[in-house]
C-alpha cells in the first residue's frame, strides 16, 4: 500500500520542494496552507499537486479553524503529515485525530532551542554546534518526541542568516530521508 503524504506550508516552501524533488514526490497527495499568497501554494500547483488553504481569519475562534483543518486533512486520509514551515499550532483536536503521524522540522537540536527563534536562541547562548531536529507533533511546542538529528557547527562570524541557510540545507536532507524510509517501511525507524 502507497503512503499518503500531506505537507502544511506557511511560506516559500523549500522544504517541501525537497520532497518534490525527491522519490517520496509520487506519496505527496496534498499541500496546505493557512495563507492563500505563500510560495509553497505555487510550489505545490506547478507540481500538479491538489492544494488547499484552511484561513484563521475566516473563522470566529482558534477551535473552530481547526475543526475546518481538521475536516480537510481528513479527506486526504494522510499516513503522515509534515509541518514543513507551516506557522500554525495545531490543535487538541487535530493533534489527537493524527498523533503520532504528524511531523515537524525544528531547526536546532531539540530539547535546546524550541520556539520561532530557534537559531537565533542558539546564537546568543554561544553554543558551538546547533543542528536540526525531526520530531512528532505533540500538545507542546517542539516537546514532541525526536525522530532524528543532524548537527551543525556554529562557525565563527555566523550571524542568524548564514547559520540558518546551513541548517535549512541539513533539514531538507533529513526530512527526505526520513519520510523516504517511512514510504519504504511504512515507520521511521
Known amino acids: 500500500m502507497e503512503s499518503r503524504i500531506v505537507v502544511l506550508a506557511s511560506g516559500s516552501g523549500t522544504l517541501l520542494q525537497a520532497l518534490l524533488d525527491s522519490s517520496v514526490r509520487a506519496s505527496v497527495v496534498a499541500v496546505g496552507s493557512d495563507v492563500a499568497d505563500c ?96 520530531h512528532y507533533v505533540d500538545e507542546g511546542v517542539d516537546t514532541g518526541d525526536i525522530i532524528s538529528q543532524r548537527v551543525v557547527p556554529v562557525l565563527d562570524g555566523d550571524d542568524e542568516a548564514s547559520l540558518h541557510e546551513r541548517i535549512k540545507i541539513e533539514e531538507r536532507g533529513l526530512l527526505v530521508s526520513a519520510l523516504e524510509l517511512f514510504v519504504a517501511t511504512g515507520s521511521f525507524k
Not at 82 to 91: D, E, K, N, T, W
Not at 108 to 121: I, K, S, T
Request: charged content about 15%.
Open 39 to 134: 510560495q509553497a501554494l505555487g510550489r505545490a500547483k506547478a507540481a500538479d499537486l491538489a492544494t488547499f488553504v484552511v484561513a484563521p481569519a475566516d473563522f470566529p475562534n482558534r477551535a473552530d479553524w481547526n475543526l475546518a483543518l481538521l475536516a480537510e486533512l481528513s479527506s486526504y486520509r494522510p499516513d503522515v503529515i509534515v509541518s514543513a514551515g507551516f506557522m500554525r499550532i495545531l490543535g487538541p483536536s487535530v493533534i489527537s485525530e493524527f498523533r503520532g503521524q504528524i511531523i515537524n522540522t525544528h531547526p536546532a537540536l531539540l530539547p535546546f532551542f524550541p520556539g520561532a527563534h530557534g537559531v537565533r536562541d542558539a546564537l546568543a547562548a554561544g553554543v558551538a554546534n546547533t543542528g536540526c531536529t525531526l
